[in-house]
Nanobody
Framework: QVHLVESGGGLVQPGGSLRLSCAAS????????MGWYRQAPGKQRELVAQ???????NYADSVKGRFTVSRDNAKNTVYLQMNSLNAEDTAVYYC???????????WGQGTQVTVSS
């Protein structure tokens, strides 16, 4: 059974930082691209950042230069370092594991990030 468990969310002031973690089990972690998505109230879920199985990264324009995605294959964990947070970053952040061939797609339960003074 596949589990993706996010942690590290919480309340932070504007300009602050948070580090999200997602621990994966039940998959061969190194075979999967790992992504972070977010969904704010009333909005669609959007891609924040993704890191491929070989370490290539991709970011949403809104977070470039502020967020950094990384992975530790030995720990089956993906991270999202978030700096210079602002109110628009407030959302539930979801971890995703994706594989193309064969097609596999798994999601975590989400962790709330709230940026507010």
């Amino acid at each position: 059974q596949v589990h993706l468990v996010e942690s590290g969310g919480g309340l932070v002031q504007p300009g602050g930082s948070l580090r999200l973690s997602c621990a994966a089990s039940g998959i061969t972690f190194g075979w999967y691209a790992m992504g972070w998505y977010r969904q704010a109230p009333g909005k669609q879920r959007e891609l924040v950042a993704q890191i491929s199985s070989d370490g290539r990264t991709n970011y949403a324009d809104s977070v470039k230069g502020r967020f950094t995605v990384s992975r530790d294959n030995a720990k089956n964990t993906v991270y999202l370092q978030m700096n210079s947070l602002n109110a628009e970053d407030t959302a539930v952040y979801y971890c995703n594991a994706e594989r193309t061939i064969p097609r596999r797609d798994f999601w975590g339960q989400g962790t709330q990030v709230t940026v507010s003074s």
